[in-house]
């Protein structure tokens, strides 16, 4: 059995969503009236985005809930999706396509959508997935909404992620209940769709967490012209993470990227608004600053009111050399 | 000056169709009413889509052309892509990244459309792009609507990339400008995207040929619940190829593929109508042979009627190891 039937075998279901799905030089799909379509697409390579030694379900899950948190990042309501696959010879197998699938497949469940297309290769493991989704005319969440005076919110409690990245380089040890934690945030982590969609109307900017907070800050910045001011004593911490020592907690924090959480910022006046769609989803929602005049660049300051220096939080640098 | 950077330098440009384009967690279109959406997806990866010492401007080239290819299949009107890329350090360099970006941006606009999103790595060097276009709601040109009686049609003069493959693989020499023919077919197909939008409403299945004309055809057929027969002495040769072994005309024009020719069926009264569509773009288009029952399957006849042995042209094999 070829690589290509084996695809087949494994990711085929027929098109319920789509004109037109798998197995035609393209898929046909209707728009529908009033809405924006919304796209985006992530290449994940194995030893820069996760390790050879990964467990194939969560590599599948990992490689479309990373793309479903950009549909997430913009409010989006997910509708389908592409797989490009290159395969080396040792994964284009069963013991490696099935449950790759089975993780894939499953979130693609949960939120609804399909696989509309897509292409295989022989070649170094890397896997492209296409996200495509759908907004109310003109109500995307963008990066470039924020305003001086908006809050700043986190979901969830970031960091986690790169606290496992730093146990598998070695640099760190945890227990091994802590490090479960940590590494399904890292392996598993949990597209904010339902958050995305809640904050229509709601946010004025946001953007989703892969390269570290401060980085992915940094972008909401550049694009809506202002600067933010960050209180280190509001982020929210995992147990685990508050027994660190100060410098992996602020790296964690600051600079850990890939789990995935939503940063966006929304004016005062909807703070009970924000913290209702929290409580509603079940979802930690928190405010960790403000938003500033541009001039005033990004600033965090530690518990004691006082700036802490960002030159070694400025972006997260996945498995590179370091 | 890091990959993103380089990135930004030599691939951005303001959105022009787009609502949101390069820059936020996902591009933002609006459809067009009374439109469908087209979308396909193909990843490249050195070493089996393409040799590592091949022109970077070509590269960029035929990367994005075999995407359009896919659209020109299904009579789309381009609209936009993405681009996924991920790259080794020594491709992280303008020397490889301005004349890269310069073939794809240069073939981009000869079809209008642009860049809306991506996605840069570090890694083995593999290009993933995807193609959005659009066609008239339930007008797009699918693998499955050929009939009993269609004329089997194919655009230019394929085999020409397959012959330069042998030459690459040791198992062929051909004079100078031959090669260089036979080169440009392989490194700078040109989609037929023209084509295929003329044939909107005329066609009754199209397909491109990437994989080799049989195994495409062979798509057709499953898909169409038809046979098909085709007639060698009809097939179109360039001068280069004449000249060759039986064996390398037929395993190029046969099992040939790269060359992103369309491959399509339409009704015998619609003859003249594609004969003026060719004559209109100056282009070739040649009838080969007929469709027939899907009992008969498919047949290839020689120049004296009888039917040759397909064992060996099932299907294009890249450079997979032989």
């Known amino acids: 059995m070829g690589e290509f039937d084996l695809i087949d075998r494994f990711f085929h279901r027929p098109a319920r969503r789509a004109v037109v799905g798998v197995g035609d030089d393209c898929a046909v799909l209707q728009p529908t009236a009033g809405r924006q379509l919304t796209i985006s697409t992530d290449l994940l390579v194995e030893g820069r985005h996760f390790l050879p030694t990964v467990d194939p379900y969560r590599l599948g899950h990992k490689a479309l809930a990373v793309n479903l948190s950009d549909l997430a990042a913009c409010g989006a309501d997910p509708h389908s999706f592409l797989l490009s696959l290159s395969l080396p010879e040792s994964k284009a197998r069963p013991s490696f396509l099935k449950p790759f699938s089975q993780g894939m497949l499953a979130l693609a469940d949960l939120h609804g959508i399909e696989l509309i297309g897509g292409d295989t290769t022989s070649g170094p493991l890397t896997i492209g997935v296409t996200v495509l989704g759908e907004v109310p005319t003109g109500q995307a969440l963008l990066r470039s909404g924020a305003q001086e005076g908006d809050e700043l919110w986190v979901s969830g409690t970031p960091g986690e992620a790169r606290l496992a990245l730093e146990v598998f380089r070695g ?152």
């Open 171 to 322: 640099k760190l040890s945890l227990p091994e209940s802590g490090f479960n934690t940590a590494r399904l945030a890292m392996e598993m982590p949990q597209p904010r769709v339902a958050l995305g969609q809640a904050l229509r109307g709601v946010a004025t900017a946001a953007i989703d967490i892969s390269d570290g907070l401060i980085g992915d800050l940094n972008h909401i910045m550049a694009q809506s012209d202002v600067g933010a001011i960050i209180e280190l004593a509001r982020m929210p911490r995992t147990p685990v993470l508050t027994v660190q020592t100060v410098n992996v907690q602020r790296l964690c924090q600051l600079a850990g990227g890939d789990d995935y959480e939503l940063l966006f910022t929304a004016p005062p006046d909807r703070h009970d608004v924000v913290l209702a769609i929290g409580r509603r989803l079940g979802l930690k929602l928190t405010v960790i600053g403000r938003m500033v005049s541009a001039e005033e660049g990004v600033r965090v300051r530690d518990e004691f009111g006082h700036p802490i220096d960002l030159g070694d939080y400025g972006g997260f640098d996945h498995f590179k050399a370091e």
